[in-house]
C-alpha cells in the first residue's frame, strides 16, 4: 500500500473551528408601528427610571438624615440600576427603531460586564 493514506490513516489533523462575530436577536414585532411603539415604551420607562434613580441619589447625597447604612445601600442599588439601564435600554431602543437584529459579540460582552 503505497498510495494514498486514506480515511482511517490521514497524516495531517483537519481542525475544525469557527468565531462568532454577531449574534442574532429576535424581533419584538414585525410591523413598524409595533416597532415604534415598543421604542416610546423603552423610552418611557428608560426616563422614568432614570428620574426616579436620579432622585433617590439626590435626596440620599443631600440629606444628612439619610446618611445610614440602609440608605448606603439603597444609593448603591440605585447606582447600579442606573449602570443597567444606561447600558442594556438604548440598544435595545435603537434595535426597534433602526430594525436591526444582530449585536457584536463585543457589544454583547460589554452590557453583561
Known sequence: MTGDPGF????EEMSNSSSISHFLLLPLADTRQLQLLHFCLFLGISLAALLGNGLIISAVACGHLLHTPMFFFL????LTDLGSICTTVPKA??????DTRNI???GCAAQVF
Not at 8 to 11: N, R, T, V, Y
Request: proline letters at 0%.
Open 75 to 78: 444609593l448603591n442599588l440605585a
Open 8 to 11: 482511517h490513516g490521514q497524516s
Open 93 to 98: 431602543m435603537h434595535n426597534s427603531l433602526w
Open 104 to 106: 457584536s459579540h463585543t
